[in-house]
Every structure is written in structure tokens, then in C-alpha cells.
């Protein structure tokens, strides 16, 4: 049996009324107090970009790729030679404040004389020393004590170590590596850096100096990196 329909009835008052609305829709001229999504709404994107860097998204679309692949290189070209120049400057100065400074601690106590270590600079900004098995841990303390009370040489060595990182960081050349302030220390020897450069510029160039230009060669701070550096993931490598 078909189910028994209801009947809804719309009194004459509430039609009327609705038909003269629909007659104002057409004809553009509803009540002024009707407000649209529009107009009542303002919807905010927190991601939405600025005037400004849209109309500069917009100019970097219309350009010629080259200029723009040629604009890159010039950037990064500025930005090594900068971190080149501050490297090198850095690497003079705590050259001569380390080979200053050993002639103190050797002067102070004879039994380091010809001592094998090296140093580096560990995260939190304090000297560490590298390679000292062979030390007590007398001797250990007393190196540690003066090279850490070398004011100098502590802001040096944090100053070469973030300038070293710099121009890894900005030649974009990893090579597999991770290179920053938490792994510095583990990586870098930067003792046996700056005595080695010192014995290869005073060695002879034939092959007579051949040992110790080689040894130059195997305590830059680029090569280190390489044979002790810290390898990225897979996932992270590009």
C-alpha cells in the first residue's frame, strides 16, 4: 500500500512574500541588508605572501632563466671569496698565537718539550686536545690548563673552526659529509694543521722536504674532513 503522502500548505502571505523576493534576485534588487560571504568575511592564509614578495614572484617569473642561473653563480662566487678571505685570516693569526704560545708552555715545563698532541675545539666553545695518549694525565691537565687559559686562543680557535664550516657550508660541495660545531672537534685536528703548515713552508722544496709536504697536505683541514668526517645518511645526501 503506498505510503500516505503529507501535505505541507504555505499560507497566501508567505508565498507572496517569497515571490517578490525571487522578482527582487532577478532584477538585482534585494535588501540592502543582505550580506554576502564576500562582503561579511575576510578570510585569512597565514601563508600568503606580502604584496611585495608577490610582485617579486612575479618579476622572477618573467626572467630569463640564464640571467637568473647567472645571478646565483655571481652570489655564491661573492659569498666563497668572502668566507675565503675571513678563513684565511683567521688561520694567520691563530698560527702565529699557537706557536707563540707553545714556546711558553714548553718554557714553563720542559717535559712537554717535543710532546706529541694536537687540539681542537669542541661545542661548547672550550679547547680540547687531540691525539695525547701518549701524555699522563698530569701532563694532559697542565696542557689543557694553559692552552684553555689563552684567551686568544680559544676565540681563535672558535673563530677558525666557524670560518672552516662557512665556506663548507657555502661551496655546497658536502661530499657525503656533515660538517658543523657538534662534529668539529671528532673531525678536526687543528693542532697538527697549523705545525705541519709551519714545517712545510721552512722545509726545502726538493724532494728532500717531500715527507713534510706531504704531511701538510694530510693535516689540512679539507682533508681531514675528508678521511675523518662524518658521513650523512643516504636519505640526506644529494
Given at each position: 500500500m503506498p505510503a500516505e503522502r503529507t501535505r505541507v500548505q504555505i499560507s497566501q502571505e508567505a508565498l507572496e512574500k517569497f515571490q517578490a523576493y525571487t522578482e527582487a534576485a532577478k532584477t538585482g534588487s534585494t535588501p540592502s541588508n543582505k550580506v554576502s560571504l564576500s562582503e561579511g568575511v575576510k578570510l585569512h592564509n597565514p601563508d600568503a605572501l606580502s604584496g611585495q614578495d608577490q610582485q617579486a614572484l612575479i618579476a622572477s617569473l618573467h626572467r630569463d632563466p640564464i640571467a637568473v642561473a647567472q645571478e646565483a653563480l655571481a652570489t655564491q662566487a661573492q659569498a666563497m671569496k668572502t668566507a675565503n678571505l675571513q678563513l684565511s685570516a683567521v688561520s694567520t693569526t691563530i698560527e702565529q698565537t699557537y706557536t707563540s704560545?707553545?714556546?711558553?708552555?714548553?718554557?714553563?715545563?720542559?717535559?712537554?718539550?717535543?710532546?706529541?698532541?694536537?687540539?681542537?675545539?669542541?661545542?661548547?666553545?672550550?679547547?680540547?686536545?687531540?691525539?695525547?695518549?701518549?701524555?699522563?694525565a698530569d701532563q694532559k691537565?697542565?696542557?689543557?690548563?694553559?692552552?684553555?687559559?689563552?684567551?686568544?686562543?680559544?676565540?681563535?680557535g672558535n673563530d677558525l673552526a666557524d670560518a672552516q664550516i662557512?665556506?663548507?657550508?657555502?661551496e655546497r660541495l658536502s661530499l657525503g659529509r656533515d660538517f658543523n660545531r657538534a662534529n668539529y672537534a671528532q673531525t678536526i685536528d687543528i693542532g697538527a694543521e697549523l705545525l705541519a703548515r709551519v714545517a712545510a713552508r721552512d722545509a726545502p722544496r726538493d724532494s728532500s722536504g717531500g715527507e713534510l709536504h706531504k704531511l701538510n697536505m694530510a693535516n689540512n683541514w679539507r682533508q681531514q674532513l675528508w678521511t675523518?668526517?662524518?658521513?650523512?645518511?643516504?636519505?640526506?645526501?644529494?
Open positions: 704560545l707553545l714556546k711558553t708552555i714548553t718554557s714553563a715545563h720542559p717535559d712537554l718539550k717535543g710532546a706529541a698532541f694536537g687540539f681542537s675545539v669542541d661545542e661548547a666553545g672550550a679547547l680540547v686536545l687531540t691525539n695525547a695518549d701518549t701524555l699522563s691537565d697542565r696542557l689543557l690548563g694553559a692552552l684553555n687559559g689563552s684567551d686568544e686562543l680559544v676565540k681563535q662557512a665556506l663548507f657550508e657555502v675523518k668526517g662524518e658521513h650523512k645518511p643516504m636519505s640526506e645526501q644529494v
